[in-house]
């Protein structure tokens, strides 16, 4: 994997552009990291393509170099309905051909336009899961992870998960010793643990019928609740609420429960600089055992990382 093109669409998004840059498009030989021919492709060559805050950039190749390429690296771009025809084969041909194609954030929309994700595992930024699997419903969605590898085709999440995804390939390519080389030099970790899920906010689900008892459930996170108390705190019977409930949030009450004493313990993480066993018992865990295990399954990171990311102190 030598020659490296990052291919602009109009709207393309600059920091993820940037990440590619930084990855594959800065010498650091004189580290010992691996040389790569760079190349940056727009439709037409030495044609300037605006970013999605109107700065434009000229490529100086045009998607013929696609042919040449051994990566083809896609950056964030405005989703739209309709991508350029001319782009979208152009990547099916790059990968006939046997090239790796590489998407970050919301890039991924190109690559399941060109309908190159059908029945492959893959992934985006969580703001666009559910617009991504409404477009794509064959590609096998990954909305918990920052980045997944299918071989010839690598998907990450949003942002800064572009960092994650291509440094991995760097390290499948050439070794962890170019990786962390190249990620020494951009002062970022050459490998994060966790996925997306430590950075999507938990909603509290609105419904009318059940606002009092769902809001009185919040207020006592700390308490044990069973069915029959929540039922009769909500005046209905036991099948009543247990049906109301799944038709409303989604989710049993224990589940909802769960998932609301997760939020709450990691607002009590990033605000406060409260023990794990004192957040446990205020969310309602009782032992910190049982919150690493609930947290954990439900954050992808266990309690004590997470306050290290996230914590305001």
């Not at 170019?178 to 999507?200: E, F, K, L, N, W």
Request: overall charge neutral; proline content about 4%; charged content about 20%.
């Amino acid at each position: 994997m030598r020659t490296v093109a990052a291919l602009l669409i109009e709207d393309f998004a600059l920091f993820e552009f940037g990440v590619i840059c930084e990855v594959f498009g800065v010498d650091r030989t004189d580290d010992g990291a691996p040389a790569f021919d760079f190349r940056v492709v727009g439709e037409q060559a030495a044609t300037p393509v605006r970013s999605s805050i109107g700065i434009r950039t000229t490529p100086y190749f045009g998607l013929n170099t696609l042919a040449e390429a051994d990566l083809v690296a896609l950056p964030a771009c405005t989703v739209r309905d309709q991508y350029p025809p001319e782009v979208l084969d152009a990547l099916r041909a790059a990968i006939d051909r046997g090239a790796t194609l590489l998407s970050v954030c919301t890039g991924a929309f190109l690559l399941g336009a060109a309908g190159l994700l059908d029945n492959r595992p893959c992934t985006t930024h969580w703001r666009f899961t559910t617009m991504f699997a409404q477009r794509f419903p064959a590609a096998k969605l990954d909305p918990d992870v920052l980045f997944v590898d299918d071989g010839n085709i690598i998907t990450s999440a949003g942002t800064a998960a572009g960092i994650d995804a291509c440094l991995h390939l760097v390290r499948r390519e050439f070794g962890s010793r170019a990786a962390t080389v190249i990620a020494r030099r951009m002062v970022v970790s050459p490998q994060r643990d966790g996925g997306q899920r430590q950075y999507i906010e938990l909603p509290v689900c609105e419904s009318d019928t059940l606002h009092p008892v769902l809001t009185w459930m919040l207020e006592h996170l700390g308490e044990d609740h069973t069915v029959a108390n929540l039922a009769r705190h909500a005046q209905m019977s036991e099948r009543t609420f247990a049906r109301k409930f799944a038709a409303e949030t989604g989710s049993t009450p224990h589940k909802w429960l769960t998932g609301q004493r997760v939020l709450h313990a990691r607002r009590l993480l990033e605000e406060t600089t409260l023990s794990i066993d004192e957040i446990a018992r205020q969310c309602g865990f009782g032992t910190a055992a049982l919150l690493r295990h609930h947290f954990h399954r439900g954050v992808g990171v266990g309690p004590t990382d997470y306050r290290r990311t996230f914590s305001r102190h």
